[in-house]
């Protein structure tokens, strides 16, 4: 079982599985990779953490009223085409 010394971020499943608070405690100030077979499987972080990187920054209205192409003179008139028929 690998237990990651002070400066470490990274965990075997065991390792994390048996210091599980500690792995919590470590995520407050920076992830914390648990690996499986020796390859990275999972990153534990913060709920603030992921709040920041998952959390919405506005709403769709905002983020159109903000856009560089709002007030430009695009030609948006929808073509009114006949349906084309399906091939059975």
Do not use: C, Y
Not at 67 to 87: F, I, N, Y
Request: glycine share 6%; aromatic share 4%.
């Amino acid at each position: 079982m690998q237990i990651p010394t002070h400066g470490e971020m990274n965990w075997t499943v065991a390792g994390a599985k048996a210091k599980l608070s500690e792995v919590m405690e470590r995520a407050q100030s920076a992830p914390q990779t648990i690996t499986r077979n020796g390859k990275p499987s999972v990153v534990v972080v913060s709920a603030e953490e992921w709040q920041r990187r998952t959390g919405r920054s506005g709403s769709l209205a905002e983020f159109l009223l903000a856009s560089p192409m709002r007030g430009a003179d695009l030609d948006l008139e929808r073509q009114h085409d006949e349906p084309r028929d399906p091939a059975l």
